[in-house]
């Protein structure tokens, strides 16, 4: 969720040239006062660019910032992010602290998971059982009706903007949401994270989380003890037919990066376990291919691992899944000849050790990096087979038809 925005590059406009300048004098200041500083004025232009809805005035200074200045990108990414997901709105003369908060869940199904409105009796439960666990004492909150997949978020920062305004009013006043009008479809996936949003107001300078008031970071932990096990029956009712794991509720962006992550272990056991039940087969019957690709137009770092299911005693690949890096972890890869006992584990060494776990004893890693390719007709995305070919990957004929996508 951090990577720049690919597109044409344009004219950078004032408002753009202004943003990039105040990231560069800011991670150049000499002391917190003028850092501070600098952060008021670039608060100030976002907040403006976010309200007027000028998305591509930041995309731009983005975009530029990542090929140019990596730890100014940063910077404004920060900046952009926290402007997006909180705001401080004032309420019968009174001034408050607003943020959009995300509760993620991780769901696995051989089936369909569900997204979308929600009964009411639930909405209740749900937000009651937020504020007992989750939040701070003096808060108020306003929670969507409705169950988000990734593709049903706001698409960009200025969308986040606008839903945080609505949903602090909502909050203050005590105003139901109501349910989008529309909503995009879902592309069907065996595992896939789903997410309930709410906004959350407290007075300016008030804890909005409970883990804030014992100022413990332990509490965190204890939040999260406490969500899972009030939070599951609930959360079960809205995902019938699936295996769930309930995360964190987090701020917005955070939160979202947090499933990001975690529902890639998700992703390759529920391979295993749908392609044993659908073809009848035990995982030693499975071949596993993982591949590391590519951006052919980057730098040569890999930006994401591939995995390829392979039936044996056959070479056709007839499932795959695409596990992304993320930020410090293309920086965990493996360097030939050297072994660090101490080190922490590298993406494909994890997925190695998932694949065991679920029971794949034949396992191959391919030691070169192939080019991020996808099929001309569908988009699919293309997987290294046992001989280091890029193929699209094909269930049998025979094979019963359920969903078939994986993350």
Request: glycine share 6%; charged share 20%; proline share 7%.
């Amino acid at each position: 969720m951090r990577r720049s925005l690919k597109g044409p590059s344009a004219r950078l406009s004032a408002d753009s040239q202004r943003l990039i300048g105040l990231c560069k004098a800011l991670i150049q200041a000499s002391s917190r006062v003028e850092e501070r500083a600098w952060e008021r004025d670039l608060d100030a232009l976002l907040h403006k660019a976010l309200r007027l809805g000028h998305q591509a005035d930041i995309d731009a200074a983005l975009e530029q910032l990542f090929k140019t200045r990596s730890e100014a990108y940063e910077v404004l990414m920060d900046g952009v992010e926290a402007g997006s997901e909180s705001c401080i709105v004032e309420h019968e003369g009174k001034q408050y602290q607003a943020l959009l908060i995300a509760a993620p869940i991780l769901a696995w199904t051989r089936f369909s998971i569900a997204s979308g409105p929600f009964a009411q009796d639930l909405l209740l439960t749900l937000s009651a059982q937020l504020q007992a666990h989750v939040l701070a004492a003096d808060t108020q909150l306003a929670m969507a009706p409705m169950l988000y997949s990734i593709d049903q978020l706001p698409k960009n920062h200025a969308d986040t903007y606008a839903l945080i305004q609505r949903m602090a009013q909502a909050a203050l006043t005590r105003t139901p949401l109501r349910t989008p009008a529309s909503v995009p479809e879902t592309v069907p996936f065996l595992a896939d994270t789903r997410y309930l949003l709410a906004t959350v107001v407290a007075p300016l300078g008030a804890p909005l989380f409970r883990w804030q008031e014992a100022v413990n970071p332990a509490e965190r932990a204890t939040a999260l003890a406490q969500w899972q096990a009030q939070g599951q029956p609930s959360v079960e009712r809205l995902l019938p037919g699936c295996g769930i794991e309930l995360l964190l509720p987090d701020a917005y962006f955070m939160a979202c990066r947090t499933a990001d992550k975690a529902i890639r272990p998700a992703s390759v056991k529920a391979a295993v376990h749908y392609l044993t039940h659908t073809l009848n087969i035990g995982p030693e019957d499975l071949s596993a291919v993982i591949g590391g690709f590519a951006d052919p137009a980057g730098d040569g770092r890999i930006d994401e691992y591939r995995v390829s299911y392979v039936l044996r005693p056959g070479m056709e690949v007839v499932y795959g899944l695409v596990w992304p890096l993320y930020g410090e972890e293309e920086a965990l890869e493996e360097i030939p000849g050297v072994a660090d006992p101490d080190a922490p584990q590298t993406p494909a060494q994890e997925i190695t050790a998932l694949l065991r776990e679920s029971g794949v004893v034949h396992i191959k890693h391919h030691e070169e990096i192939f080019p991020m390719e996808f099929c001309d007709d569908c988009g699919a995305p293309l997987y290294c087979d046992l001989e280091s070919e890029l193929v699209h990957a094909e269930m049998p004929e025979e094979a019963a038809q359920t969903p078939s996508h994986l993350h």
